[in-house]
């Protein structure tokens, strides 16, 4: 799990950000886009670390899983305090000329849900599952 998660959170940036709704959408300010490929590829990088450290430790460390959980865990980290915090930078989770949210009906009545706060929830309960389980 702990695998899947810190390769799926270094490898799927590389196709949500590198692209026309992100790195090269030319509605956004240059330095913006300058922004996404840093942080997509630095996420990339701390992806590999994760794997890295989860397949190469040293016969039965159980400290490299755990640190292979914190390097995991950061990103998600970062994501949340944006998340809490965007009122404070006037802060969207979503852009007019990206990925929209998904609209579901709940009840009577149409409910948004941005994906990106739905994979890194989701991203967070199976990091803490694996946790739990090592």
Not at 30 to 51: C, D, N, P
Not at 89 to 117: C, S, W
Request: net charge positive; hydrophobic share 55%; charged share 10%.
């Amino acid at each position: 799990m702990l695998t899947a998660l810190a390769a799926g959170q270094g490898i799927t940036p590389l196709f949500i950000d590198l692209n026309r709704t992100h790195a090269t959408n030319s509605l956004w300010p240059g330095h913006a886009r300058f922004h996404v490929v840093w942080q997509t590829f630095g996420l990339f990088f701390i992806g590999v670390l994760g794997v890295g450290l989860i397949w190469c430790p040293p016969a039965g460390s159980r400290e490299h899983l755990y640190l292979a959980a914190i390097v995991t865990a950061v990103p998600m980290l970062g994501f949340f305090v944006a998340l809490f915090t965007r009122k404070m930078y006037a802060g969207t989770l979503h852009d007019p000329n990206g990925i929209q949210p998904v609209r579901i009906r709940i009840g009577g009545k149409i409910r948004e849900f941005d994906m990106n706060a739905v994979l890194v929830v989701a991203g967070a309960v199976v990091l803490l599952s694996a946790v739990l389980m090592f």
